[in-house]
């Protein structure tokens, strides 16, 4: 099979750095040209799937502005400029779920729109997972956090509290991982 050829591309709307939108011309198959095939560039990002030594899932509820209600969700965010993947994703549990592993594994990265890209997410498992020593939680964080088994995960997948795709992404990884749930 042979690669696509971007011919052009040209940026249409730069919100940087949180969104760029791209019209890129491109050329799928030897003289078929697609003149708009536009780009959606998100800013990349980690989510991670903490688990405790004793196997459950620390996760949170808080509102969502993407799907615009609450939800069960995961820690994760944004990485910033010169942040290792593996460093964001030890940032960001501190910082949302105040808690540290004992071992971090990369369960992969991937993006979010088959063509128009959309986020590069990084997935990670993090195992024995414990409470941070003098971690205070960000004021300006509104989620609570509970500590749910795998079983309450799988309900929560069939009930609808999870209302973001990437988190239930995350999950599906996590779990396929051989040391899962073993914390």
């Given amino acids: 099979m042979t690669a696509r050829k971007t ?73 910033d400029p010169g942040e290792t993947p593996e460093a964001a994703a030890r940032r960001e549990l501190l910082e949302e779920a105040g808690r540290t592993p004992t071992q971090l594994i990369g369960l992969g990265d991937y993006v979010g729109n088959g063509n128009q890209r959309g986020a590069h997410g990084h997935f990670f498992l993090a195992r024995g997972c414990k409470a941070a020593p003098g971690w205070l939680s960000d004021p300006s964080e509104t989620a609570t956090l509970a500590a749910i088994t795998a079983d309450e995960v799988e309900k929560a997948l069939d009930a609808g509290p999870f209302a973001v795709v990437h988190h239930v992404a995350d999950w599906g990884l996590a779990r396929r991982h051989r040391d899962f749930p073993a914390a």
């Fill in 7 to 79: 011919l052009s591309r040209q940026l249409e709307l730069d919100a940087a750095p949180y969104l760029r939108v791209f019209r890129e011309e491109g050329e799928v198959v030897a003289g078929q040209v697609i003149p708009d095939f536009w780009q959606v560039e998100l800013r990349s990002f980690v989510l991670v799937m903490p688990v405790q030594p004793d196997g459950r899932v620390v996760a949170m509820t808080g509102y969502r502005h993407g799907p615009r209600r609450n939800c069960l969700s995961l820690s994760g965010g944004f990485i």
